[in-house]
């Protein structure tokens, strides 16, 4: 049995800047209270600011994926090589704030817990644009997908380890999301989730690495994921 209670995976790509900050506070957050590794699952040829920030943090390991940079390659990597009885997604810019990630835990007997952007008491710091599309994406899954909750594509989320890594994974880019959700309710009849409210921040530092072509292009990879896998 795992020593380790929680695996924190971050897949990255050029975040240094936001990590050397985000990195020691998820430290000074969860040394006290679990046992806990830290995953940055980095996405350029050997980013040594990013692979320094490893160095210098305790439990913290350095993943680099340079063969591939997709985002699901790292998501599928960091899953792989984690050790903990439960794994905990999120982003490496601040949208998704380490203070939160004890309220996941704090829910673990739940098969995968949302921080939820959708439901009461949850909001979004977004503009009014893109939230408008990640309603209609969301309301989009919801129909196809056959899934009952209100943020099924917000990637900050603590999951079962146990029943992820049996999944068989296959989406790429960002659509590897709802990929997750969707295969939990067809491979586990009785998966419970649990969504709780979470206030969405804007990034600290850098671009976002999701555009509206790439959101409109996993629309599709998400018909395929429900008729033909």
């Known amino acids: 049995m795992s020593k380790i209670d929680l695996s ?39 980013d040594f600011e990013t692979y320094n920030i490893k160095k210098n943090n305790k439990n913290t390991k350095y993943l680099n994926r340079k063969k591939n940079n997709d985002y699901g390659n790292a998501v599928r990597l960091g899953i792989k090589k984690s050790t903990g ?15 939160f990630i004890p309220k996941l835990y704090s829910y673990k007997e739940n098969d995968i817990v949302i921080a939820s952007r959708y439901i009461d008491g949850g909001n979004s710091d977004n503009n009014f644009l893109l939230k408008f599309l990640s309603r ?29 890594k ?13 990929e997750i959700v969707f295969k939990f309710k067809v491979n586990y009849k009785n998966s419970i989730f649990k969504e709780i409210p979470y206030h969405f921040r804007e990034r600290k530092y850098g671009k976002t690495k999701r555009n509206l072509f790439v959101i409109f292009a996993y629309l599709l990879s998400i018909i395929k994921i429900r008729f033909f896998n």
Do not use: W
């Open 8 to 46: 924190v995976i971050i897949p990255s790509l050029g975040e240094h800047q936001n990590l050397r900050i985000l990195i020691p506070k998820i430290i000074k957050i969860l040394k006290k209270k679990i046992s806990y590794e830290i995953l940055i699952v980095d996405g350029t040829s050997k």
């Open 85 to 99: 009885k439960f794994i905990l997604f999120m982003d490496g810019d601040f949208s998704h704030h380490p203070n």
């Open 166 to 178: 049996k999944l068989k994974l296959k989406c790429n880019h960002f659509d590897i999301i709802e």
């Open 136 to 164: 209609v994406l969301n309301f989009f899954y919801r129909v196809v997908l056959g899934l009952h909750l209100k943020d099924i594509s917000n990637s900050f989320k603590l999951y079962n380890a146990k029943k992820l």
